[in-house]
């Protein structure tokens, strides 16, 4: 049984999902994927995730890293699971791009290559935005490319952990618009 909480946050309200393992979805109202592996079934309800869920938001929308996370059930295949394994050691505050996540990917799976395109692939589809922070990955060239949540969310999210916005820029077409 999945449960569901509705929280406030500077950038929209905010829907989130878990289960009895741990948080399985947290979605800005209105984004690309919005609730997508939410259960048709499911019922909304105070947990001891959702509050230590809305702690880390908290802490987070201060400014500040919150420095723990709340327990997470993120469902996907093994290689998006590889993927956000990644994303959550991305450090808050700094920015990498698909590239260096395909290449780590790809040592960690002993291959010569990885397509950025498919670890972008794995990327849009995190469930658990902001606190697998898939906002912090940005195009080799310094592009805002691929975030569901929107490109305004993405660089008000990449501006209120300090990052330097000198080199990036929001492209004229693509995935992230």
């Keep these: 049984m999945q449960y569901t909480k509705t929280c406030t946050s500077p950038l929209g309200n905010i829907l989130l999902a878990c289960d009895d393992i741990g948080l399985t979805g947290l979605w ?5 994927f919005f609730a997508h592996s939410l259960d048709k079934e499911h019922e909304e309800r105070d947990t001891p995730v959702f509050e230590k ?10 400014g500040r890293d919150p420095g723990f ?7 996907g295949s093994s290689f998006q699971q590889a993927v956000w ?7 808050y505050g700094t920015t990498t791009t698909y590239g260096a996540l395909a290449k780590r990917i790809a040592e960690q799976r002993g291959l010569e290559h990885m397509s950025a395109q ?5 990327v849009a589809h995190n ?13 080799s060239n310094g592009s805002l490319t691929g975030y ?5 969310r993405k660089r008000a999210l990449l501006a209120r952990e300090g ?5 990036l820029f929001v492209p004229d077409r693509g995935t992230a618009l």
Excluded: N
């Design 28 to 32: 800005f109202a209105g984004e690309k």
């Design 53 to 62: 869920t809305v702690q880390w938001l908290d802490v987070y929308f201060s």
């Design 69 to 75: 996370l709340p327990r997470l059930h993120p469902t």
């Design 85 to 91: 394994d990644l994303l959550l050691q991305i450090p």
């Design 118 to 122: 498919a670890v972008g692939g794995a």
């Design 127 to 139: 469930e658990i935005s902001i606190i697998i922070p898939c906002h912090r990955v940005v195009g």
């Design 148 to 152: 569901a949540g929107g490109i305004e």
């Design 163 to 167: 990052v330097d916005m000198s080199g």
